[in-house]
């Protein structure tokens, strides 16, 4: 079964709207983490945020802003007033701690395109 | 620090050719994992290691084989290379502390073409 669920395949926007993606996880688990990472067309991974199931403090970074509900699995993601530089792939993953060797789950990825 | 690197950074293999994708982290984690990344997919894990000596299977293990013989490396193997193995491998390393687990740092993967 998906553990982590990216509903929307791909985002376009123009430049400086804001734009939010979706990330919905499944686990039994009371521990478990939550990430989010950016892949830009150069195809590297990186590393966004890291989240913790006992913290649902929402983030803010900059443009980046991020929205943890545990009452709803979910762990959406907002750029705003996005950038072309924004243009990727972000992926949304989970890990279910200890219990399960901190191995990561991703989901399929949403491919975020930035026009000038 | 150079982080997690991969070798070699591109290869075609032909069908049932064999080789060995090099992982090394210098940051002394003990984790390692190793992905592919197909389109519309996601990563999947293939094999993980837990630490120096020891390997595991992740969700797509079939056809691939790993050793972590050294604590700073983690080799994937393809011993018959199939068209289905085409795709871009990443490795990755992560650490923990007092059963908090880290972010995982990803080396910049290998692009396998199999004809």
């Known amino acids: 079964a998906q553990k982590v669920t990216q509903a929307q395949t791909e985002i376009s926007v123009v430049e400086k709207e804001d734009v939010t993606l979706d990330c919905v996880y499944e686990?039994?688990?009371?521990?478990?983490?939550l990430f989010w990472y950016k892949q830009p067309p150069s195809g590297e991974l990186v590393f966004l945020i890291r989240?913790?199931?006992?913290?649902?403090q929402n983030e803010i970074s900059g443009r980046y802003s991020w929205n943890f509900q545990k009452s709803t699995s979910s762990f959406n993601f907002t750029i705003t007033a996005s950038q072309v530089v924004d243009s990727a792939v972000y992926f949304c993953a989970l890990s279910e701690g200890m219990t399960n060797d901190y191995k990561l789950s991703f989901g399929a990825g949403t491919t975020v395109t930035v026009r000038a | 620090n150079a982080g997690v690197t991969q070798t070699p950074k591109f290869r075609v293999l032909k069908t049932g050719q064999s080789m060995t994708l090099l992982c090394a982290q210098d940051?002394?984690?003990?984790?390692m994992y190793w992905y592919r990344q197909d389109p519309g997919m996601g990563l999947r894990l293939i094999h993980y290691s837990v630490g120096e000596g020891t390997t595991a299977k992740g969700e797509v293990p079939d056809g691939y084989n790993v050793s972590r013989l050294k604590k700073q490396n983690f080799l994937l193997g393809l011993e018959s290379a199939a068209p289905s193995q085409t795709s871009v491998y990443f490795c990755a390393s992560s650490s923990w502390t007092g059963g908090t687990t880290y972010e995982q740092y990803f080396g910049p993967g290998t692009r396998l073409t199999v004809t």
């Open positions: 989240r913790n199931s006992f913290d649902e």
């Open positions: 940051m002394n984690h003990e984790y």
């Open positions: 686990t039994r688990d009371t521990t478990y983490y």
